[in-house]
């Protein structure tokens, strides 16, 4: 019964994409940000338990990256619709997004592999993406923070957009070309 605590952490992440979306919509960006920061923080408990108790499970392992996912555009979508980032940013950062799943299936696909194709600048993408959305909720939160902390993190996320994008075409993008030509 212990083992399935990890997805139980992963489970309540999963579901406090919709009150930290819905905080972000009605202007209460604190409440949010303090939500959002605690998803944040159970991702690395889980994890943690999971590894430190051999807690781990093929139904662990296929909810704790969807419920990260589901976590990150959940909260790009309703600062979107706030208007607290630019469209222009997040359509960027959806076409990533969608590069990568369009990619990642097809290579599954093409080679009958179950392994995930994560990269390591896919994975600072993540935590610039998560650096600029606490970002912005502080902003938002507090008037105070300087804007250029929001323009800093945005180049950043930008940065490893395009190196995880081109990392991807030149390894597993290629092997897809190759194999579908």
């Not at 490893?160 to 390894?171: D, E, Q």
Request: proline residues 3%; aromatic residues 16%; without cysteine.
């Amino acid at each position: 019964m212990l083992s399935a605590i990890p997805n139980i952490i992963t489970s309540i992440r999963f579901l406090l994409v919709i009150p930290i979306s819905v905080y972000i919509y009605q202007g209460n960006d604190l409440l949010a940000l303090t939500l959002f920061i605690g998803a944040g923080l159970s991702d690395g408990l889980d994890g943690y338990l999971a590894r430190k108790y051999n807690w781990i499970s093929k139904f662990g392992q296929f909810l704790d990256p969807l419920a990260d996912k589901f976590l990150i555009v959940g909260t790009l979508l309703a600062l979107a619709f706030t208007n607290k980032l630019p469209l222009w940013f997040v359509y960027t950062m959806i076409s990533r997004d969608g590069i990568v799943l369009v990619g990642s299936t097809l290579y599954l696909l093409l080679f009958e592999s179950s392994a995930a194709l994560p990269n390591r600048w896919g994975k600072h993408y993540t935590g610039w993406t998560i650096a600029l959305f606490i970002i912005v909720l502080l902003r938002a939160s507090f008037e105070v923070f300087p804007v250029y902390l929001e323009y800093i993190a945005m180049a950043g996320v930008l940065f490893y957009i395009i190196l995880s994008v081109v990392s991807y075409l030149r390894k597993e993008g290629k092997e897809v070309f190759k194999q579908i030509s």
